[in-house]
Nanobody, 116 residues
């Protein structure tokens, strides 16, 4: 059973930055050879993809976060990161990572609240 742990969330003022981390207890070959993704779910809304890092290095960002969020990963640490800059109140949500992407492997999520 794959165990995924997200961390790094918290309360931040608009314009601030947070760095989320996601560590997966998964084999290195699988971690390094599959797509990974960050998703978020705001109250009353469906979970949506925020950022995806494809195996070949290409990335996808949801329009609302383009230019502000950056996804990356460290294969040795089996950790996926989401650097979030210039945070806005509409970024408030629970953030989840999915490793590999489109699998059933999800963590418990980390709450991000952006408010003054």
């Amino acid at each position: 059973q794959v165990h995924i742990v997200e961390s790094g969330g918290g309360l931040m003022q608009p314009g601030g930055s947070l760095r989320l981390s996601c560590t997966a207890s998964i084999s290195l070959p699988i971690f390094s050879r599959y797509d990974v993704g960050w998703y978020r779910q705001a109250p009353g809304k469906q979970r949506e993809a925020v950022a995806i890092l494809y195996y070949g290095g290409a990335t996808f960002y949801e329009d609302a976060v383009k230019g502000r969020f950056t996804i990356s990963k460290d294969n040795v640490k089996k950790t996926v990161y989401l650097q979030m800059d210039n945070l806005k109140p509409e970024d408030t949500a629970v953030y989840y990572c999915n490793v590999p992407r489109d699998s059933d492997n999800w963590g418990q999520g980390t709450q991000v609240t952006v408010s003054s």
